[in-house]
């Protein structure tokens, strides 16, 4: 069984920066696509960004690019979200996932585990 822990989310005021984390224990595997996703009070579950196994390719929400990048240490099973320029509409609480195709999938439906999650609250 994988499990995934999120830490790192805060209060901010707009502009500022804040770096989430997503340490994976269990059943770890380089091999998994990873992915964040974000869920405001009464909305769906969105997608933020995502990493593939392997060759690292990413890709992002529109709303995210530039702002915020996602990274991976598979040798400490942490998955990374460095969030700047952080706005108002980025309150949410931020999940992280793995997919165990290793893909970096936008779709929630292919992701195989979930962390909990953590808050992110961006003041303005």
């Known amino acids: 069984q994988l499990e995934l822990v999120e830490s790192g989310g805060g209060l901010v005021q707009a502009g500022g920066s804040l770096r989430l984390s997503c340490a994976a224990s269990?059943?770890?595997?380089?091999?998994?696509?990873m992915g964040w996703f974000r869920q405001a009070p009464g909305k769906d579950r969105e997608f933020v960004a995502a990493?593939?196994?392997?060759?690292?390719?990413?890709s992002y929400a529109d709303s995210v690019k530039g702002r915020f990048t996602i990274s991976r240490d598979n040798a400490k099973n942490t998955v990374y979200l460095q969030m700047n320029s952080l706005k108002p509409e980025d309150t949410a609480v931020y999940f992280c996932?793995?997919?165990?195709?290793?893909?970096?999938?936008?779709?929630?439906?292919?992701?195989?585990?979930w962390g909990q999650g953590t808050q992110v609250t961006v003041s303005s």
């Open positions: 269990g059943r770890t595997n380089s091999r998994y696509g």
């Open positions: 996932a793995a997919d165990f195709d290793g893909l970096p999938t936008s779709t929630k439906n292919d992701y195989d585990s």
């Open positions: 990493i593939s196994s392997g060759s690292g390719k990413t």
